[in-house]
């Protein structure tokens, strides 16, 4: 897999304002905030997609929604809750081809999130 620049901000090269890290993930601000709070959780194992999620990947995904539990609470947002979001492929809206979990909070947020005229039948 070729490298992203989350394979930069986990190795240093550029910035980013970390909110967690250990050995398996980082979370950190995202630069173009949708909500208030938005922030992203990251695995530092490089996986493109959802996709690529293998069997032995699954505790890691877990754990990445554990942290976003966490950050949120530091974050004060907690218990008026959030949304998690991860984007698939170009249809999911993914720029990104480093799985990354979207946390947003600190208002009400819609729903839907998008404006849709297709019919799901
Ligand atoms: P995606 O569209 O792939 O689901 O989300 C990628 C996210 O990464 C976007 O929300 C975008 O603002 C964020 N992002 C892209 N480049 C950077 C960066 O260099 N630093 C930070 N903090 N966020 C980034």
Known sequence: ????IFTKIINKEIPA???FEDDRVLAFKDINPQAPVHFLVIPKKAIATTNDIAQEDEALVGYMHRIAAKVSADLGVAN???RTVMN???HGGQTVYHIHLHVLAGKALGWPPYQS???IE
């Open 88 to 90: 698939c492929n170009k």
């Open 80 to 82: 008026d809750g959030y």
């Open 117 to 119: 005229k297709l019919k």
């Open 1 to 4: 897999m070729s490298e992203t």
């Open 17 to 19: 304002d970390i909110l």
